[in-house]
């Protein structure tokens, strides 16, 4: 150490012992008040002020929808550059062009004249063409007349001008009747007769011409002739193709060209696959707003790339897991924590593909545990045996009453994670929901647990009978009642759901299934029903059919994301090509979760070859007693409080009151008849205060859920009085 150094130490050291020696005082603060403006002349505030106006001028410069957007920019700035030079180099031909067009509507203009053509058809029309046949006929003498010795004038003129002056006079006279002729030809909105006739291939010209652009939308009927677009960005490369971005008349909705994207397609010639349009959204964008992007080919035909998750070593499961890619290229992770995922298609598309990749990111977070169903029973899961906790691989009706064996386990630990959420401290669970760091911690044991189900029309098909509270159902409706009641109640609790079909229709996914699974994803199906029973009612109607997806692209589907992606989370749905992710990198995967688990203390179950085979009578099953599906607890229930058990689910013990004219509204009875009915139950209505969507409070009748809990479970016990039948007489 050198000398300096020490001395500084030493009276360091001497400060801190008296500092010791000395009483600790409270914290005193020094100042004054400073009354004084800061200076705002001088040399030192000049530059500051000249900052601010700088700062001010480039926000204005940015902002201002006046100043070109190639000003605002580097690549803008290039873009248009590269337009502008393209543009000189292809002038001449466009001049050259224009005069021949020009020349050709002159032509037309004159022989309608020579012909008197507006006579004769105004003739035709009045039917009087044989009393101005004369007429015409002297007309159009005159006219011949008229051009022949016009044209002998000129002649005469010309080659008078010749003998006289030379050529230079005649030179200078055609370059300007050329300009007349490029400008009576150029091309002119409306114009009828300027256009060729076989107007050359439309692809790609619009990035040269806006024009073209707007007559594709006329074309394709998203505006009026008479309406035109406002070019808000000029068309620029991004990617392997063209972008451009156009605000639509006022009375356009940007969501209509997405609706009519095939049409839109068609008139620009290229296929639907190769155009994106999507709304700009948020502060730069607006209803009428639309950003489009036109591949140079089909972006799907090149080689489908390999998933990322390749290149980890982990992955946390509370991150969006890799999913694929957009046309743009660009990455879409899907979010599967806190929703769950519903993947459709029509055989060989890649559904076990789409649903193993969810799987892979959940696979490589040790402290998740997975519960693996394959009813395709091949060998695409089997790797994920050595991860999962539970796994099996078949489709007879023993493997489906092991699921139901399985979901009954989950539903009992679904309702003790919620029971125990309910102690726990808020600093640890603020909401009834787990957390990243509650799914880490194993003394609370709520990990985050997938439950993946391929080909589930299997299970949910299943006829063979099971006791379910005395009554014996088809074990496929009850696979559907409790991945209903999962999917519903199990995302916050830390259960995600992946479920993959072949047959996404509606008699073997039942509706209310379909309607609490988050995120779907539609491959190749048959018909654009098949297609809204998986990505939801109407979506279709708005742009989205997963029919129209071409057999050749396999892994493309359509994405109906739950939550953010990276397209925002106000992108509705988009399509999507998968990831690539054999089975040589699905069994690498796989392998390195079992590591990640090993090291982590986290295998269990299946994985750790603890014996896990149901038992016969399924036990777990009976002690769902205590999970109140709407079967169960409408069982015994007389009417119509069974239907408004299940109209209300969960409900049931969500809500307070209900009010009357709700439940008349959802069940479609008499109201009269219904009160009375509810009133032989015991279920009398009462008077309420609720505060109705616009934050008005009103007094209305209905019931109170503990009276319609007490009820039901008076009829179920069988402790309730029985009615007397109504009195007919
Ligand atoms: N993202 C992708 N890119 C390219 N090819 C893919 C992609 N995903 C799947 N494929 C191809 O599609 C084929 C079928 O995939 P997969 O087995 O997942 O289909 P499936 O819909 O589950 O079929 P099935 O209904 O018969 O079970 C795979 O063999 C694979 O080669």
New binding site residues.
């Given amino acids: 150490m050198n000398p300096s150094k020490r001395e500084h130490l030493d009276a360091a050291e001497l400060d801190r012992a008296r500092s010791r020696a000395v009483e600790p005082a409270e914290l005193v603060l020094d100042g004054e008040l400073v009354d004084d403006p800061p200076p705002t002349t001088g040399p030192r505030s000049r530059p500051v002020r000249w900052r601010v106006w700088w700062q001010r001028f480039t926000d204005w410069w940015l902002r201002s929808s006046r100043v070109p957007v190639s000003l605002k920019n580097r690549a803008q700035a290039r873009q248009a550059a590269k337009d502008a030079v393209a543009a000189a180099a292809r002038s001449p031909w466009r001049y050259l062009g224009a005069v021949v067009r020009g020349v050709v509507a002159g032509v037309r203009w004159w022989r309608r004249w020579v012909t008197v053509a507006d006579y004769r058809e105004a003739a035709e029309e009045s039917e009087k063409l044989a009393d101005k046949f004369t007429e015409i006929r002297e007309l159009t003498l005159f006219r011949w007349r008229v051009t022949l010795t016009v044209a002998l004038l000129t002649l005469t003129a010309g080659a008078l001008v010749f003998l006289i002056y030379g050529p230079r006079p005649l030179w200078t006279t055609a370059a300007l009747v050329s300009v007349a002729l490029a400008i009576l030809g150029r091309r002119k909105d409306g114009s009828p007769g300027r256009k060729a006739v076989l107007a050359g291939p439309r692809s790609l010209a619009w990035t040269m011409d806006p024009q073209v652009l707007v007559d594709a939308f006329r074309d394709a009927k998203l505006i009026s002739k008479d309406e035109t677009l406002r070019l808000v960005e000029r068309a620029h490369r991004i990617g392997e193709g063209w972008a451009i971005t156009v605000d639509l008349p006022a009375t356009r909705k940007a969501a209509d060209v997405i609706k009519h994207r095939e049409a839109l397609a068609s008139a620009l010639a290229v296929d639907e696959v190769q155009l994106i349009a999507e709304r700009v959204r948020g502060n730069g964008g607006h209803a009428g707003r639309v950003a489009l992007w036109v591949a140079d080919s089909d972006p799907y035909a090149t080689?489908?790339r390999r998933t990322p998750l390749l290149g980890v070593e982990r992955w946390d499961a509370w991150r969006p897991v890799p999913f694929?890619r957009d046309a743009r290229d660009r990455r879409v992770d899907l979010p599967l924590v806190w929703t769950s995922l519903l993947v459709g298609?029509?055989?060989?598309?890649?559904?076990?593909?789409?649903?193993?990749l969810a799987a892979a990111g959940l696979i490589l977070d040790p402290y998740t545990r997975l519960y693996v169903a394959d009813f395709?029973a091949?060998k695409?899961w089997d790797a994920c045996a050595r991860v999962a906790h539970r796994f099996l691989s078949g489709d007879d009706p023993d493997h489906v009453l092991a699921l139901v064996a399985w979901l009954a386990e989950l539903v009992g630990e679904v309702q003790g994670r919620y029971r125990r959420m309910r102690t726990l401290d808020d600093t640890v669970c603020p909401e009834s929901k787990i957390t990243p760091e509650m799914s880490r911690d194993s003394t609370l044991d709520m990990p985050v647990t997938a439950v993946i189900v391929?080909?589930v029309q299997v299970p949910l098909e299943e006829r063979t009978p099971v006791d379910v509270q005395g009554k014996r159902i088809p074990a496929g409706e009850y696979v559907g009642e409790l991945l209903t009641w999962l999917a519903k109640k199990g995302p916050a609790a830390g259960i995600v759901l992946v479920l993959?079909t072949?047959r996404p229709d509606s008699a073997t996914i039942p509706s209310g299934l379909r309607a609490v699974l988050g995120s779907r994803f539609a491959?190749r199906v048959m018909d654009w029903r098949d297609s809204n029973i998986v990505l939801g009612e109407q979506m279709n109607t708005r742009g989205y059919d997963a029919s129209r997806l071409l057999p050749s692209h396999?892994?493309?589907g359509i994405l109906r994301p739950d939550g953010d992606t990276a397209a925002g989370a106000d992108v509705l749905a988009m399509t999507v090509?998968?990831?690539?992710?054999?089975n040589e990198d699905w069994r690498t995967l796989c392998e390195r979760g079992r590591a990640l688990r090993d090291a982590a203390g986290t295998l269990t179950g299946h994985a750790a070859g603890q014996d896990i085979r149901p038992a016969p009578e399924h036990p777990a099953v009976a002690s769902l007693g205590a999970v109140p599906t709407p079967r169960e607890r409408s069982a015994n229930v007389p009417e119509p409080l069974a239907s408004v058990v299940a109209y209300l689910g969960e409900d049931l013990d969500r809500r307070e009151f209900v009010p009357t004219a709700e439940l008349v509204d959802a069940l479609g009875v008499e109201p009269t008849a219904f009160g009375r009915q509810m009133g032989e139950l015991d279920c009398r209505s009462v008077r309420d205060r609720i505060t109705d969507a616009d934050g008005h409070i009103r007094q209305v009748r209905g019931y109170f859920t503990a009276d319609l809990r007490a009820a039901i479970d008076a009829h179920r016990d069988g402790r309730a009085e029985p009615c007397e039948p109504p009195d007919d007489g």
Avoid: H, N, S, W
């Fill in positions: 080689p489908p694929g298609a029509i055989p060989r598309q890649g559904k076990t593909f789409a649903a193993r395709k091949g695409d391929d080909e993959a072949q491959l396999k892994g493309v090509r998968t990831y690539y992710m054999p």
